[in-house]
């Protein structure tokens, strides 16, 4: 048995308000512990999305109420909320900016937006940006412009990864995050998994930008799932919405490729842990760890999982590494296989 630390996802859609038969609070933390996750901070895409005092301290209630771990909650950048999004900067886990199209109604296309936001935004306080391509290479810019961090969400692309090593060299203080699905599957994979089920964004990219992602495996910073729950009925149906369920399989998965030495396990819990807790200010939790059997060998499959909709495009894998107890503050959260911590216990990090 090995113990890591408790891990950090700084990359969650939890859903509720508005999307409970998708997600809710209590069943997307309930899917982190049993991933190994300690910590989930969530994304302000709901409905109504979280974008100001009202909308965001309404779902900060229902995460006290029924988070089972600690959670943070991001604000999301709209139109016309540059001063309420500022003004709870010290109550989030950072600002949202979404600048390409995606699943929810968020999203930014003017970059004298992008600007008020980037001037309004504390300097001290993380942003994370939706960004893609050229737009991902305009957000780097305007990070330069503006000489403060960003943190650029799920990169999946050669050129994306290459771009940001650039950038870092040069000293533009950014840093990313890749997600499982973008360094285990490719669009070879489609077919496979089904056309609507495939959707994502990012796309699933070419066996190319997979790889490239494990050939810059120092340049990124934070592995992040980007749980993206929707139902199987919504996902078969006539206009699938993009988005995976990662929670539960990130960890062994990843500790899949430490085995096969495709990573270190300093590697791991850097990017899962170290990273995220840097990168968004995090408290460190006392007493709080994961056990994991790293010989052990089990095949993912849908039924075993705590996520609403209980589907994962990595259905059928056989993966080396099984969590097998996690302890959160001091308390049994996780036990071979059952959730124990209950809705309420978690806390919020800010
Ligand atoms: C996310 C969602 O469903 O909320 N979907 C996705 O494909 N990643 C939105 C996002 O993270 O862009
Ligand atoms: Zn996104
Ligand atoms: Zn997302
Ligand atoms: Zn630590």
């Not at 048995?1 to 209590?26: C, F, N, Q, Y």
């Not at 109504?48 to 006290?64: G, K, M, S, V, Y």
């Not at 790293?294 to 969590?323: C, N, Q, Y």
Request: net charge neutral; charged share 25%.
């Amino acid at each position: 048995m090995i113990s890591l630390p408790g891990l950090i996802d700084v990359h969650v859609h939890t859903r509720e308000p508005g999307a409970v038969h998708k997600e809710d609070w209590d069943t997307a933390t309930a899917a982190a512990l049993a991933g190994g996750f300690a910590t989930v901070l969530a994304m302000p895409n709901t409905q109504p999305p979280a974008t100001d005092r009202t909308t965001f301290e309404r779902t900060l209630a229902l995460a006290r109420q029924k988070a089972r771990c600690d959670f943070g909650l991001f604000v999301g950048a709209g139109p016309d909320n540059v001063n309420a999004a500022a003004g709870l900067a010290d109550r989030a886990a950072g600002l949202k900016m979404y600048l390409d199209a995606t699943y929810g109604p968020l999203r930014l296309d003017d970059m004298s937006l992008w600007m008020d936001h980037f001037a309004g935004w504390p300097k001290n306080r993380p942003i994370a940006i939706h960004a893609e391509g050229r737009t991902l290479a305009a957000a780097i810019l305007m990070a330069d412009l503006f000489k403060r961090p960003i943190h650029l969400c799920h990169v999946s692309r050669k050129e994306e990864i290459l771009i940001i090593k650039k950038a870092k060299a040069a000293g533009i203080p950014i840093t990313c995050e890749v997600c499982p699905h973008h360094l285990f599957l490719c669009s070879d994979d489609i077919g496979r998994i089904g056309s609507g089920r495939a959707e994502v964004r990012p796309r699933l990219a070419a066996p190319t930008d997979r790889d490239a992602l494990w050939d810059h495996l120092s340049v990124i910073d934070v592995i992040a799932t980007d749980h993206a729950p929707h139902t199987l009925g919504e996902k078969d149906g006539a206009d699938p919405p993009p988005g995976f369920p990662g929670l539960e399989t990130a960890l062994p998965l990843m500790l899949t490729a430490v085995k096969d030495n495709r990573l270190t396990m300093d590697d791991l819990i850097a990017k899962m842990h170290h990273n995220p807790r840097r990168i968004f200010g995090l408290p460190e939790q006392p007493d709080t760890w994961v056990e994991v059997d790293p010989v052990a060998e089990w095949e993912i499959r849908p039924s075993d999982l705590h996520t609403r909709t209980a589907w994962t495009p990595f259905a059928g894998w056989r993966v080396r590494g099984r969590i097998r107890r996690v302890v959160l503050r001091g308390q049994e959260a996780f036990l071979d296989g059952a959730v124990l911590s209950p809705p309420g216990a978690g806390r919020s990090v800010r």
